[in-house]
């Protein structure tokens, strides 16, 4: 059980098990006599909490597959935010210094992997963008010094997770033919819930990449005067 508990890390309980357990739970809320469907060798004692666990988790996968599609999916219409992360676009407004720092390890990234300028000269700038930000990422990880970054990426990964599970919970709701005064609330609180997961999903998904840059940017600066 230790050993299960290890490799059961924190990116799973937040991006998997809670979104998965929320959504369980919810459909437990709209259908409360759903429980006499249910075989009796799954309610009975520890293998029911062992059930809702698997269940929980299962369906978080679902929605985290989901989301990656989702996201895929708007990276053809929007662009991917390792292609678009260093153009000089509005999420910088009120950010100068976190642009220039960005912009300083693109630079020094593709000069230190790039020595002719012919071949740097060969790619795009979404390219050079996707280059530079998975090999930020690829050296934090390998030496690592990600820190508060890996975080970041759970909550943005839960974020999205919650964002859909909401989605779902108000398309059961709408269908299931149970719409009174009542669940109009619920109704209410889950669109909510769903618009502040999402914006929560966007703002933690930029905290990320702000701090991975400024860690490779440390980083770099102390391997240097090593």
């Known amino acids: 059980m230790e050993q299960f508990l290890e490799k059961f890390g924190i990116f799973d309980i937040f991006c998997m098990l809670i979104p998965g357990a ?115 990422l690829t050296v934090l990880e390998t030496e690592g010094v990600i820190g508060k970054a890996e975080k970041m990426y759970s909550i943005s990964e839960m974020s999205r997770s919650m964002f859909w599970m909401c989605l779902t919970l108000i398309f059961v709701y709408l269908t299931s033919r149970k719409c009174n005064e009542y669940n109009f609330a619920v109704l209410s609180f889950m669109a909510i819930a769903a618009i502040v997961f999402l914006r929560r999903k966007m703002r933690f998904e930029g905290y990320r990449v702000d701090i991975m840059m400024r860690n490779y940017h440390i980083y770099d600066n102390k391997k240097i005067r090593k």
Not at 43 to 64: E, M, N, P, Q, R
Not at 96 to 112: G, T, Y
Not at 116 to 132: P, V
């Open 22 to 136: 929320m959504f369980v739970m919810g459909m437990a809320f709209l259908f409360p006599n759903a429980e006499e469907y249910i075989p009796d060798i799954l309610t009975d004692g520890a293998i029911k909490y062992f059930s809702f666990f698997v269940v929980s988790y299962l369906c978080g996968v679902l929605y985290h597959e989901i989301g990656k599609i989702a996201d895929d999916l708007a990276g053809h219409f929007i662009g991917k935010l390792d292609e678009n992360y260093f153009k000089d676009s509005s999420r910088w407004k009120n950010k100068r210094l976190d642009f220039k720092l960005s912009k300083k390890v693109k630079q020094h990234i593709l000069k230190k992997c790039f020595k002719s300028k012919e071949l740097k000269s060969g790619y795009t700038e979404e390219e050079q963008n996707r280059f530079a930000f998975h090999y930020c």
